[in-house]
Nanobody, 115 residues
Framework: QVQLVESGGGLVQAGGSLRLSCAASRSIFSTYVAGWYRQAPGKQRELVATITPSGSTNYADSVKGRFTISRDNARNTLYLQMNSLKPEDTAVYYC?????????WGQGTQVTVSS
């Protein structure tokens, strides 16, 4: 079993930045595909960004050029650097890690961007 704990959310003005962190209870990011997802009120959960064990990244079109996903394997931590935030980025952000049939989610962290 793996626990994922997100932190770093909060309230920020449009144009501002936040960095989300996701701490894993054990070393997984060198073998699991990891990612960030978000869910806004009344909407389905959507992919924000993923990173593979080899370091390949993938981003939703809506965040390309503004968000950067990264990881620190030594610290068992996944990050999401979010710049140039927009009100439409407001959502609960979830950390995810999966490997074959193993799939883990964090509890989520709220990001609110005011206009």
């Amino acid at each position: 079993q793996v626990q994922l704990v997100e932190s770093g959310g909060g309230l920020v003005q449009a144009g501002g930045s936040l960095r989300l962190s996701c701490a894993a209870s054990r070393s997984i990011f060198s073998t699991y595909v990891a990612g960030w997802y978000r869910q806004a009120p009344g909407k389905q959960r959507e992919l924000v960004a993923t990173i593979t064990p080899s370091g390949s990244t993938n981003y939703a079109d809506s965040v390309k050029g503004r968000f950067t996903i990264s990881r620190d394997n030594a610290r068992n931590t996944l990050y999401l650097q979010m710049n140039s935030l927009k009100p439409e980025d407001t959502a609960v952000y979830y950390c995810n890690a999966y490997h074959w049939d193993l799939n883990y989610w964090g509890q989520g962290t709220q990001v609110t961007v005011s206009s």
